[in-house]
């Protein structure tokens, strides 16, 4: 960012600042006369300014570290003009996300706000809500999601033999286009025929100007990732509007018995109800923007950390081999639902790779009411920031373990253990009302692509290539490697 936009922001986040400051206070303050219980302790930095600058560039782990390791897991500090609560403690977290509509909603920063559209399943709020995940729920049901396991092979089988043939590939890239042709045709039901080299290019370039502004600051001005992150959306939505109507028109003529991707199970349910809220075409398009950005940014993520740390650890990738082979003489080659279901040192190896690498590290709520929360008051209107990474990384069970569990590690063989089984924190799809409803989908794809590469294929890359944490944790170039049949 250059001195000018800095100088700008620093001067719009500061006006802004303190004219919240003002509001902020005299909350605040009232609480505090009907309150035993104090605030949380608030950090130092320059106010209403605070983090904002460093949780933007290098995310919440970093600008949030000092304060926890001063203050505790429950802390305040600023962010873009506002106060915002920190809690990075396991209970108080569950208990949070458990209270959505009662005491909290979903409260995401405005530019994620405006990003996902105000008509998604991730910005609704009270009954809206609750009525659209109930109407995509269904695709998403354990047994709809075994339905999609066929093509799902197919395309991990086709991706794979693709990289193999040209020996080198970028790792994330790769996944990228993966999981995007899995998204799009399973979960949001673009035609296989709509698929093409030329748009995965040119989807993948949109997504990427998209997710750039995910945490910039909210200046809609040509010259600021914002704006093009705006502009990339607009574009996005006006495809997806092509696809409700060829969705609309299939609810008609589908055949009875054929596998529906998940987005025309919420089409289907607004037919007949022009005046429904939900069959609004604004609706549609923002939920199938939400579904598409669940469905494959995050579990492309997911897939390239695993490539990276399986060969970080070969005795893991050695493991899946073995399994697949028993697995092979057992149920013979063709990767369907029994043998999907057969495979629990790989169902262990997804866990562990959804531990050791956070994929959502933070979520935000806003206070509905006052209410008491690790010992001190939040009040009616303070945002809060849920450490989704911090509670899992400080799972109870591994803090005090034998070494090769320790929470550092990567080894799956802790799910099989006594201790894996036990309750803890492992919430990387979240808890309670906003859970992620596609989390059977995603964790059984990554099974599927971790299946079909122990089978087939070896992979090389380098093992010191750095990994950026924000917004999505990957490698800093892409993971680039040479990839070949066994």
């Not at 979240?430 to 989390?439: D, F, K, N, T």
């Amino acid at each position: 960012m250059d001195p000018i936009q800095t100088a700008i922001i620093l001067l719009l986040v500061t006006s802004v600042g303190f004219a919240v400051y003002h509001a902020v206070a005299g909350k605040v303050k009232g609480v505090q006369g009907k309150r035993s219980l104090p605030l949380p302790p608030s950090g130092t930095g320059i106010p209403y300014i605070g983090d904002t600058f460093l949780h933007i560039a290098s995310g919440p782990r970093i600008a949030g570290q000092p304060h926890h390791d001063k203050l505790g897991s429950i802390y305040r500090t600023w962010f873009l003009g506002e106060q915002v609560v920190h809690i990075g403690d396991p209970d108080a977290v569950r208990m949070i996300l458990n209270a959505e509509h009662d005491l909290v909603e979903s409260d995401w920063p405005s530019t994620i706000r405006q990003l996902l559209g105000p008509h998604g399943i991730a910005t609704m709020h009270g009954q809206q809500h609750l009525q659209a995940r109930k109407m995509v729920a269904p695709a998403f049901a354990p047994k709809t999601a075994l339905a999609y396991i066929p093509r799902t092979v197919e395309l991990a089988e086709s991706f794979c033999a693709e990289w193999a043939d040209a020996r080198t590939v970028q790792g994330f890239d790769g996944m990228k286009n993966f999981t995007f042709q899995v998204a799009t045709e399973l979960v949001v039901g673009f035609p296989e025929s709509f698929i093409n080299k030329e748009m995965l290019a040119r989807q993948k370039q949109l997504w990427g100007d998209w997710l750039d502004g995910f945490l910039a600051l909210p200046i809609n001005l040509p010259g600021f990732a914002f704006h093009k992150a705006m502009l990339a959306r607009k574009k996005l939505l006006a495809e997806y509007k092509d696809n409700i109507m060829r969705l609309k028109d299939q609810t008609t003529r589908a055949p009875e018995g054929a596998v529906k991707p998940a987005m025309q199970y919420f089409v289907e349910l607004t037919e007949g109800k022009p005046d429904d809220y939900m069959s609004s075409m604004d609706v549609l398009t923002d939920v199938t923007f939400n579904l598409l950005f669940a469905g494959h940014d995050t579990t492309a993520a997911t897939l390239t950390l695993l490539l990276r740390y399986l060969k970080e650890e070969p005795t893991v990738l050695q493991k899946l081999r073995d399994e697949q082979k028993q697995v092979i003489a057992e149920h013979g080659k063709e990767i369907n639902s029994t043998a999907c279901g057969r495979m629990p040192y790989a169902d262990a190896t997804v866990k562990e790779i959804l531990r050791i690498q956070i994929i959502v590290v933070e979520v935000y709520r806003r206070a509905l009411k006052t209410f008491e929360c690790g010992g001190y008051t939040i009040p009616k209107g303070h945002k809060m920031a849920l450490e989704m990474f911090r509670v899992i990384e400080e799972d109870p069970r591994w803090t005090k373990t034998a070494p090769e569990m320790a929470a550092s590690k990567f080894n799956p063989d802790r799910w099989l253990s006594e201790e894996g089984r036990k309750a803890g924190s492992w919430i990387p799809f979240g808890s309670g009302p906003r859970m992620c409803l596609g989390y059977v989908f995603a964790m059984q794809e990554i099974k599927i692509m971790m299946a079909v590469l122990a089978r087939g294929y070896d992979w090389q890359v380098d093992l010191t290539e750095p990994i950026k944490s924000f917004p999505i944790p990957a490698p800093i170039r892409g993971l680039p490697m040479t990839f070949s049949r066994n």
